[in-house]
């Protein structure tokens, strides 16, 4: 099946830019998507076909994509960002989607 | 507005079975891929599947075909994820959520999730 590959964990201080990358053998052709989950909720998508963010979703959230991996950029990041992130993308015929292990984005 | 609405959570026994429900409002039910995606505890997101309720074609992760049944009754604009069996392995939150359409490959809308809890 399809895999999709995040660190773990990334820490940061108030203020600083968190990234947040995510390697996947069918990026190069399909988009990468990331979503943000906080305790108890659903998830959220933050940014869609690799940098678009939708409507209510802060400035400070950025995409960018780059051969294999995509990758999610918070600029100034606020302790409200502490969450759970997740890529998703699907393989190259779009028959299958997959999600990256999550990221524990923790601000210091 | 969107919105997707799923079951009650659930406390079943090893080998029983159970069929969760989400219900969509505010849309064309029938033309728009829904999906269902697992979270067991403190873990990641799992994709398990989707199906287009118009013509109920349906597409399952490897890791779940056959596990599962992924099925929609468009009249009622209801999505139903069912085990005939289930394993304490199947407990997890379930989560229900809407593609945003047929250009891309996400889950736009999300339901609030069904609580499974599978113990003896």
């Known amino acids: 099946s399809y895999e999709l590959t995040q660190p773990p964990s990334v820490s940061v201080s108030p203020g600083q830019t968190a990234r947040i990358t995510c390697s996947g053998d069918?990026?190069?052709?399909?988009?990468g998507y990331w979503y943000q989950q906080k305790p108890g909720q659903a998830p959220v998508v933050v940014i869609y076909k690799d940098r678009e963010r939708p409507s209510g979703i802060p400035e400070r959230f950025s995409g960018s994509s780059s051969g294999t991996t995509v990758t999610l950029t918070i600029s100034g990041v606020l302790a409200e960002d502490e969450a759970d992130y997740y890529c998703q993308s699907a393989d190259t015929t779009g028959i299958y989607w997959a999600f990256g292990g999550g990221t524990k984005l923790t601000v210091l | 507005e969107v919105q997707l609405v799923q079951s009650g959570a659930e406390v079943k026994k090893p080998g029983d079975s159970l069929k969760i429900s989400c219900k969509g409002f505010g849309y064309s039910f029938a033309s728009s891929w829904i999906g269902w995606v697992r979270q067991m505890p403190g873990k990641g997101l799992e994709w398990m599947g989707i199906?287009?309720?118009?013509?109920?074609?349906?597409r399952y992760s490897p890791s779940f075909q056959g596990q599962v049944t992924i099925s929609a009754d468009k009249s009622i604009s209801t999505a139903y994820l069912q085990w005939s069996s289930l394993k304490a392995s199947d407990t997890a939150m379930y989560y229900c959520a809407r593609r945003q359409d047929i250009s891309t490959y996400y889950f736009a809308y999300w339901g609030q999730g069904t609580l499974v809890t599978v113990s003896s």
């Open positions: 199906i287009y309720p118009g013509n109920s074609e349906t």
């Open positions: 069918s990026l190069p052709n399909q988009y």
